[in-house]
């Protein structure tokens, strides 16, 4: 196991930023596995950070590495979830959270590479691996301590089962139509009213259905912007806008409600994602307007209580926060237990490359539908990875290559390792002119 | 700033054992502030873990030293609510959590650190310092981010105010009788049972009215500790049991009733610390036993909701858990406003240490009153500290020296250093036979 801190310099053109992240440097805690199978097969993952503490979040992936190298790779691959509960449940570890910020980033970073190894021995892309798996042997990897009270194993199994009906068909229509996705590229909060208009245009002419706008900061700037996209797309393409929890619950609620003229599909992140109670009060109070939340949801248990609470009417599952695909089968379950449509976060780095195989699974063999879900999409850093997400006519094409697309190229690695990768290097030398 | 990984090898005596934790090396990710003030006072810090990962937590300490260091100290002192604001707003590390895991207990280290300094400035023990601050200047110490739908900044004056009313009595009882205690020494699940009864009674004997057992590993073992536990302080003794998270809801409820024929005061952590309608759940099925929680809580905005949500009986803020004391200071308003009794968590390294001034402060200054009210005492480690907590009679003694009580001696520091402390070099040369 490899690990690598990566950064990339985005802060300096204003991508990415919205009303509580002004000048993210996107970043990536990452991490490679070898093994000795003699095939040169790697497993590949990472967390996604926007810059500073990206060397915490290295050193919470080499305090796992004792957990995972020397394990029989054959068994490893055969039963993911024996990984990420020895994971979750290293008794010293588990104190630094449980189950959340740091150290449950760098489990799922672990956890997504061997997903990814095991995609790519299968020579499946993962979101084909899963969508053939045995409801029984998907269920085994699912950790149900502290959600068995919303969702037990035989009502995941029944899920599963139901979900396989009519499989092969929706296989065959991701395959040629691909999965629906929505563009958050021209709402960041830093770009001008003339470039928000020109990139929403653009989004509907490719043939999004969907944009989003970054809101939050000050709210006769938000009114003007919403006015602008609201124009730019016309009444018939849906408008969501994202807060990044900047605002109190009162807030949250009075400023939406100031939005509403322009109106909004849903408002995203509203207030802290730690607050469940506080997001069913947002929601009983904006309807219609939907309650979206989940980027920064730290486990199944803040989204079991979403689920339970009422509090959204959209749950936005990240690749990447929670601790890797087996928590996110768990999310995935309970928010087709509930009927709640899923629609993952993105963007960031690699989250697109992802995040896309964990909504394609869902529709293929879980959910069966892509009625009202719609994945993130925002055009950064793809070049970056060896098989990026093909993203045309507003839909992501469905990857056929084998793995769970989270390979970086090694001249990228190479190039964006902080602080000694040339281009860091030179950047040092230079006095941050580089960009 | 000089940071520290200092790691005790407590597993060795099963110290510190329960359903979760079977084998805790109590350690500390600990820093040191110094200052060009001339006057040679240091600010002393420090986020506990249980051995792993402690330097993941250094490492978060680390990130952090660029906010802290420059800072005019006299500047710093007099409103450490200033630097809390700026560790919890950096934008980059706010990703990391938001204010969750490691990252946010390295926030509490040394927003503890500098709490620390300050009130050895002022030649105050910081219960002292706290208990004499003017209500408006307390109330500039707190973040109403998140919180302000249940306590609002005017309500915390109000509080604080009314909480002065009788302050230089209790302040003086304070100083002659101590706060009460309760002792989780006998009950670590990997003692025997003719251990736990000898603590058991050595407890009663030394005036202690409440202790606790730790609980969940297996019910035909627990009923048979129980038993033994009541019969050794008869029923006018309380009784606490701490699952340490063990259970789902369900398992909760039944395992609790049980017990119930032991007449249990509270039942601790019987679940997820997330779980906030788990725990409300929970209350409302085991009540007249109460349900306590809060030592891994991640922050204001989940003691919040578990006040709201009533799911709790009795909190139990940690000193180094949340973002330090202006967190807690928020903590110690919400469970005021709510009137629900605050029984600190304690233990550890050093917990024992920094709690007691918070505890001392809400009585003194804040909810008036010790009723229904204990801080939890172990008696590990305290040997480590330049002012130890000095527990008699089954009470903490209020603290004299100036400060928080958080700095160890150097020889400890030197001989504890993880690994190049003289105590683990020498565990490394002797293969783990030191200890």
């Known amino acids: 196991m490899e690990t690598y801190d990566i950064r990339f310099p985005t802060s300096r053109e204003l991508d990415g930023s919205d009303a509580m992240n002004p000048d993210p440097d996107y970043s990536a805690a990452y991490l490679v596995l070898r093994t000795d199978a003699g095939d040169g097969v790697e497993g590949h993952g990472f967390a996604f950070t926007i810059g500073r503490g990206n060397d ?120 040629r139509r691909g999965y629906p ?46 006015r602008a996209a609201r124009a730019a797309i016309g009444p018939g393409v849906r408008l969501a806008v994202d807060a990044n929890q900047r605002w109190n619950v009162d807030e949250a609620i009075a400023w939406t409600k100031a939005l ?23 929601r009983s109070a904006v309807a219609p307007v939907k309650v979206a939340t989940g980027e920064h949801a730290q486990n199944r248990v803040v989204f079991k209580q979403l689920l339970q609470a009422g509090a959204i009417d959209v749950l936005q599952l990240d690749a990447a926060r929670v601790g890797g695909v087996n928590e996110n089968l768990a999310i995935l379950l ?60 507003g839909r992501y094409r469905a990857p056929s290559a084998p793995g769970f697309s989270s390979a970086m190229h090694p001249a990228s690695i190479a190039t964006y390792t902080y602080p000694d990768g040339t281009f860091w290097a030179a950047d040092l030398i230079s006095g941050g002119e580089t960009a």
């Open 260 to 282: 509403a003229a322009f109106d909004p599909y849903w408002i995203e992140e509203p207030t802290s994602p730690d607050d469940i109670l506080g997001h069913a009060a947002i």
């Open 181 to 226: 996705a929505y563009t958050t590229s021209p709402g960041w909060l830093g770009y001008s009213d003339a470039r928000l208009t020109r990139l929403a245009e653009e989004a509907v002419a490719q043939g999004f259905t969907q944009i989003k706008l970054k809101v939050g900061a000050d709210l006769e700037d938000d009114v003007r912007r919403c």
């Open 56 to 175: 915490v979040q290295v050193a919470a992936l080499d305090a796992l590495r004792s957990h995972v190298t020397g394990r029989p790779v054959a068994e490893l691959c055969a039963d993911p979830g024996s990984l990420s509960r020895d994971l979750n449940g290293d008794s010293q570890l588990r104190w630094l959270g449980p189950e959340k910020g740091v150290m449950h980033m760098a489990t799922g970073a672990v956890v997504n590479a061997v997903w990814d190894l095991a995609a790519k021995r299968a020579r499946k892309p993962l979101w084909r691996l899963l969508a053939d798996a045995e409801p029984e042997w998907l269920v085994s990897q699912v950790d149900f301590r502290y959600i068995a009270d919303a969702l037990t194993p035989q009502e995941a199994l029944d899920l599963l089962r139901r979900g396989r009906e009519g499989r092969e068909a929706r296989a065959a229509d991701l395959v």
């Open 334 to 393: 309970l928010a087709a237990k509930f009927g709640v449509p899923v629609c993952p976060h993105a963007g960031g780095v690699g989250l697109c490359e992802l995040v896309q195989h964990l909504a394609m699974f869902d529709y293929v063999a879980l959910s069966g539908t892509t009625e009202d879900r719609v994945i993130e999409y925002v055009d950064h850093l793809h070049e970056h990875f060896v098989h990026p997400v093909h993203v045309t006519g």
